[in-house]
């Protein structure tokens, strides 16, 4: 008859991760299993710390091993190791795991905003983030995470980031003057983002947010030639215009073979301070548009006046009000995005192997 551990471990060949699909042990997410006089300890590892459905995990975990005859009791404990991109061979940024692109059709989605509080609620999972500011003609991030001055420089010459709310964060706002515009033609943007990945010391990361230029210009094209990227996301208001241009940006990452991790719908709707529901932009044009182009829906993003007082303040409200009903709003279109970032680097990993995920 197999051992009380034997029996655990074909168990826990029945679950699965809910995103990856495929069983645990299959991904080698099972890392220890202890026993002790029927009481089991069970370690799980994640593919990040950011992972929205570890609740469902130990559930199922619990159920598969809790049926075998002989167990007392079940603990599961998780630990994360991130699921990393597919590096080039002269990597810009080597020791960064994933590298996401944040963009948009058009401007005035709230794209910087979004992708500020977006890699704070990173951050707060757990993970190691940095936040590259790539928006060269216009770079707001420094206002937004309220830290603007020039980076020290490393011995050999690399940019050391800037630190906000524990966020490395580099910005071409820190090397121009404040009223300074930057009048650069493609090349020199091409440049200009080169040296962001290269001569930064960023070390290791788990995640790299790339504030992307709304459109599908210069530099959106450099991102994706220049690294490979994990992704890119798409930030959309409700709005018909916003979602036309929406489109055209998943098209364009499309064409440049870029995985498209979802689309995410800012500015949803408005909760007046009497608490009526307002829906300014309309609503739900982003899950309709995400649903025709074959994407995942990351979530939706309300209107509220104190994300705007963060983001002016330099306090996001992630940091602001962390346990508030926005800052959760992040954090759940958060934990949808790494769990797409982890399924996009399984499938390259399966490609490359020559096999499907789930095969």
């Known amino acids: 008859m197999a051992s009380l551990r034997d029996q655990v471990f074909q168990a826990l060949r029945t679950v699965q991760d809910p995103e ?27 593919t990040t710390p950011a992972c929205p459905l570890k609740h469902t995990i130990e559930r199922d975990v619990r159920s598969a091993v809790s049926a075998i005859a002989g167990v007392k009791s079940v603990s599961v404990q998780f630990s994360s190791n991130v699921a990393a991109r597919r590096a080039a061979a002269e990597d810009l940024a080597p020791a960064v795991r994933n590298i996401i692109g944040v963009a948009s059709g058009k401007g005035g989605v709230g794209k910087s905003t979004v992708s500020v509080n977006l890699a704070l609620s990173l951050l707060r999972c757990g993970a190691r983030v940095g936040l590259l500011d790539a928006d060269i003609y216009g770079p707001d991030i420094p206002i937004m995470v309220g830290v603007n001055e020039l980076p020290n420089v490393t011995p050999s010459h690399k940019m050391i980031p800037l630190e906000a709310h524990g966020l490395k964060v580099i910005s071409m706002g820190f090397l121009v003057g404040q009223d300074e515009p930057v009048v650069w033609r493609g090349p020199m943007l091409n440049s200009a983002l080169r040296q962001l990945f290269a001569d930064v010391e960023w070390g290791e990361l788990d995640y790299l947010i790339v504030d992307l230029p709304p459109g599908t210009g210069d530099v959106q094209i450099s991102l994706v030639q220049l690294v490979p990227v994990t992704g890119c996301v798409l930030v959309t208001t409700p709005q018909p215009v916003a979602l036309q241009d929406a489109r055209k940006g ?37 899950r309709r548009a995400a649903e025709e182009l074959g994407i995942p829906f990351l979530g939706e993003i309300a209107l509220d006046t104190r994300i705007r007082v963060g983001g002016d303040t330099g306090r996001p409200i992630v940091v602001a009000d962390p346990e508030g009903e926005v800052a959760r709003m992040f954090l759940g279109v958060a934990e949808a995005m790494a769990a797409q970032a982890s399924v996009a680097n399984l499938g390259a990993a399966s490609a490359a192997a020559g096999s499907a995920p789930g095969s």
Request: proline share 3%; aromatic share 6%; glycine share 10%.
């Open 20 to 46: 990856l699909r495929r069983d645990l042990l299959s991904l080698n997410m099972v890392k220890r299993v202890e026993e002790d006089d029927g009481h089991l300890l069970i370690e799980i590892e994640l």
């Open 250 to 286: 998943v098209a364009m990452f499309r064409l440049t073979k870029t995985p498209v991790l979802g689309l995410i719908e800012n500015m949803s709707y408005f909760i007046c301070p009497h608490g009526d529901r307002v829906e300014i932009f309309s609503h739900g044009g982003g």
